[in-house]
């Protein structure tokens, strides 16, 4: 099926599944199998073997995940950091240098800060929303540039159009994190990245019942990855790729939902005398809203907002709401919350989360798909 033809709701659910599926199934089966027979191959990584991530249960995944993200290519692997750790060390090579945004997911700043240096490759960080520093940064072994479509906690979008003209005019590769923002609001491949990474364990299964992740681009660079994570070996098994597929039909009917959410939530909390300061680039208030709004078609479902209060006070807000889980993690289809200096960037010391803007009060909503009057209700409830 060719993805020019068809909207993305349809993509959702027909890309890459085979026509007719093996007798008469309705849904892509599970092949359980970890081998399959030689049919007279030419070399290693034309065997088909789970390792190698080409059974049919991974293809149809790559193809769909492809179709999805607009991308020749993509590979699915075991998390997302699965997918950053690899895509960063196949196409960074040793002694290449990385420009990277300073703040980053806790796992991707800790992989690049405590093990990108030691294997041999270089990093620098940077703020996205200043070209200039950042053209100061490039220097003759900068093989790329690495941002987060949207950050967390404080929801920014970096300045894409620039970042994508230094890239073109200097030959630098682009890769950038699309978790939060997910291929139903924003395709960076046809925006002009190279390179886009997703923890499909949030948005893409959308049920906080996988760990996965998924790499997509050219054929050469999702080549590479596939090359290396073959001998890596940390690939998706058949159940999961399996789950990860029937989560993603849903995709574009549940990116509605946390959209609205989201959207309706960081309005009512912005008129609330508890509430200092809500970020939401949906709102006109934030800083990137302009940008997001020409270049998304939806802001997602994490918001973050300042409680006038305590610590104290912002956690026992916390213990009073009732639909709300306190847990790390977003994308699934039940609203969870976080104060993330004790959770997501705990790790960061207290003069980086000061320098960044992570204050102690800062609560963040990962909205779920629930109705948004009786999300609203729950946090005024609870607000008092
Ligand atoms: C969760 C997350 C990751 C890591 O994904 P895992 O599936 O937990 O390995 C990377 N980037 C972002 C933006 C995330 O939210």
Do not use: W
């Not at 789950?243 to 008129?271: C, P």
């Amino acid at each position: 099926m060719s993805a020019g033809d068809f909207h993305f709701d349809t993509l959702l659910v027909h890309a890459g599944e085979p026509r007719p599926r093996p007798e008469g199934a309705i849904t892509q089966p599970i092949y359980q199998s970890s081998t399959y027979t030689y049919a007279g191959h030419g070399d290693y990584d034309s065997l088909r073997y789970l390792r190698l991530s080409n059974s049919p249960n991974h293809t149809c995944l790559a193809e769909k995940i492809a179709a999805l993200e607009a991308a020749p290519a993509a590979l699915v692997t075991a998390s997302g950091m699965g997918a950053i750790s690899t895509a960063l060390l196949s196409l960074v090579g040793e002694g290449e240098h990385l420009i990277s945004q300073d703040i980053l997911y806790g796992g991707t700043y800790h992989f690049l800060h405590q093990y990108f240096p030691k294997l041999g490759r270089k990093v620098s960080f940077c703020g996205m929303h200043d070209l200039e520093a950042l053209e100061k940064q490039i220097r003759p072994e900068t093989k790329g540039i690495y941002i987060e479509s949207i950050s967390n906690p404080l929801l920014q979008i970096p300045d894409l159009d620039g970042i994508i003209q230094i890239a073109k005019r200097k030959g630098l590769l682009t890769f950038i994190d699309n978790t939060f923002a997910s291929p139903f609001n924003f395709q960076p491949i046809p925006y002009g990245f190279d390179v886009v990474l997703h923890s499909a364990t949030k948005y893409l299964n959308g049920h906080s019942d996988v760990s996965a992740g998924a790499i997509a681009g050219s054929e050469a660079h999702v080549g590479q990855a596939i090359r290396f994570q073959n001998t890596l070996g940390g690939i998706l098994d058949p159940n999961s790729c399996f789950l990860l597929n029937r989560g993603l039909k849903t995709l574009g009917v549940r990116m509605r939902a946390h959209n609205q959410n989201a959207q309706g939530l960081a309005e009512t909390l912005a008129e609330h005398r508890k509430v200092e300061k809500v970020y939401y680039p949906g709102l006109p208030s934030h800083p990137d809203h302009a940008r997001g709004k020409k270049l998304f078609r939806g802001f997602g479902g994490v918001l973050s907002f300042e409680f006038r209060g305590t610590p104290a006070d912002a956690d026992e807000f916390l213990g009073r709401l009732r639909l709300p889980s306190l847990a790390p993690s977003l994308g699934g289809v039940e609203t969870l919350i976080t104060r993330p200096v004790t959770t997501s960037h705990s790790i960061l010391p207290l003069s980086e989360r000061e320098r960044l803007g992570i204050r102690e009060n800062l609560v963040r909503v990962a909205c779920g798909i629930e109705d948004t009057d009786d999300l609203r209700a729950d946090f005024l409830q609870a607000l008092g």
